[in-house]
């Protein structure tokens, strides 16, 4: 039985093109899609449906999707996966910060698309309650700020154990500099973006030492890191 059987995802697009590629593309992936060429048909499907997923492009005719974006996050925890047309760090940024799960730049390829869908629904579905987060040779047990790589114990300082543990919190998706300073020192250090630089460098060589891929924390330039759980 195909995984992906009835689960509903809602494409947001007023570009008939766009949305045949989607259409075509997760329908012979066994996803059930509908289609809203607009803000107003967004929010109403949103309610309707019931999507498991949203692909929402930013540029709609009678509202931005921003503002859809904020208003299905006021009432969904729903994944939304943003498109945009513009390769704008403030718009992704932005989108990011007011809740979007992840972005893709138009044009894309199929394969990215569908394997940004599969990070969303995994990251979705999440990890048990005190069971230890694996990836490849990584170990990371949460509970007890252990990190282990091929069995063999790495020491991290806690700032570092805490970069990781977030990013792994979100595991597939961007986190944006703000959102990563904001849940590591507070409010008030969301611009001391180069705190980051330096403790994500001391964290990847770590990794990399102890043996894993230190390339899994990728770097989203000028927008944040994602910690890639497919490397």
């Given amino acids: 039985m195909n995984e992906n059987a009835k689960r509903r995802i809602l494409v947001v697009d007023d570009e008939d093109s766009i949305r045949r590629v989607l259409r075509a593309t997760l329908s012979s992936h066994g996803y059930e899609v509908r289609e ?20 929402l492009d930013l540029g709609l005719p009678d ?21 945009t047309a513009h390769d704008s760090e403030s718009e992704k940024v932005n989108a990011l910060d007011a809740g979007a799960d992840d972005y893709l ?20 579905s999440g990890t048990k309650d005190g069971e230890p987060a694996r990836f490849g040779k990584l170990e990371v047990d949460l509970d007890g700020h252990r990190v282990r790589v091929d069995g063999k114990d790495v020491h991290l300082t ?34 001391h973006t180069q705190y980051l630089r330096v403790y994500v460098g001391q964290l990847r060589k770590k ?23 497919t490397a």
């Avoid at 138009?106 to 969303?120: G, T």
């Avoid at 700032?159 to 904001?182: D, P, Q, S, W, Y």
Wanted: hydrophobic content about 50%.
């Fill in 158 to 191: 806690v700032t570092e154990f805490e970069i990781l543990r977030v990013l792994l919190k979100f595991a597939g998706k961007v986190v944006t500099h703000r959102n990563l300073l904001k849940e590591i020192w507070g409010p008030n250090s969301v611009e």
């Fill in 105 to 124: 730049t138009k044009p894309f390829s199929v394969a990215e698309l569908l394997a940004r869908l599969r990070v969303a629904f995994r990251h979705r």
């Fill in 207 to 229: 990794l990399r030492v102890a043996g894993d891929a230190a390339e899994r924390i990728v770097t989203e330039p000028g927008v944040g890191y994602r910690f890639e759980i």
């Fill in 36 to 55: 809203a060429v607009n803000a107003a048909e967004a929010l109403q499907f949103a309610i309707e449906f019931r999507p498991e997923l949203v692909i």
């Fill in 63 to 83: 509202r931005p999707g921003a503002e859809v974006l904020k208003s299905i996050r006021g009432w969904s925890s729903v994944p939304i996966l943003i498109l």
